[in-house]
């Protein structure tokens, strides 16, 4: 019901001409804690399902969550083309291997901050973008937001 009011009023702000807010770190860290929750009440499976086919439930723009393995390995993205990809060496635009150190902020305190250069597939330019990583288990759920 929650996930169906947000598309409402996201759709009433569109037609009205009116740009949604700009999602916040809070935003990124509700994301990742709403699909943790969901994993563990439903499963991984049922996770990854949400996440390939962009439910809006975990995917509202430049907002989505996305599932790695500890290997570096996406395991669901939006992206779909990215599943089965190992993305431990794929630099930011700055050449900063991002992901390595999402991976290794996952294996220790389990959860926090990673900041990289990346594209913003809304304004379509490289971006400061600050993801939030939390390990599930074997995996980490991640959820980032663009700086302008």
Not at 120 to 141: C, H, I, Q
Request: proline content about 4%; aromatic content about 8%.
């Amino acid at each position: 019901m929650k996930a169906l009011f947000s598309a409402a009023i996201l759709s009433l702000c569109l037609y009205a001409g009116v740009a949604p807010a700009e999602p916040t770190e809070k935003d990124a860290v509700a994301l990742v804690e709403k699909g943790a929750l969901f994993m563990r009440h439903h499963g991984m499976d049922q996770m990854i399902n949400k996440i390939n086919t962009h439910d809006p439930e975990f995917h509202a723009g430049a907002l989505y969550l996305a599932m790695f393995g500890m290997d570096g390995i996406a395991v669901a993205h939006p992206t779909t083309a990215l599943i089965g990809k190992n993305l431990l060496d794929v630099p930011d635009a700055d050449g900063k291997l991002f992901r390595r150190e999402m991976i290794a902020l996952a294996l220790g305190k389990g959860s926090g901050w990673v900041e990289y250069k990346f594209m913003n597939p809304v304004s379509g330019k490289v971006e400061l973008k600050t993801t939030y990583v939390l390990r599930v288990g074997d995996v980490a759920l991640e959820a980032g937001i663009y700086r302008h």
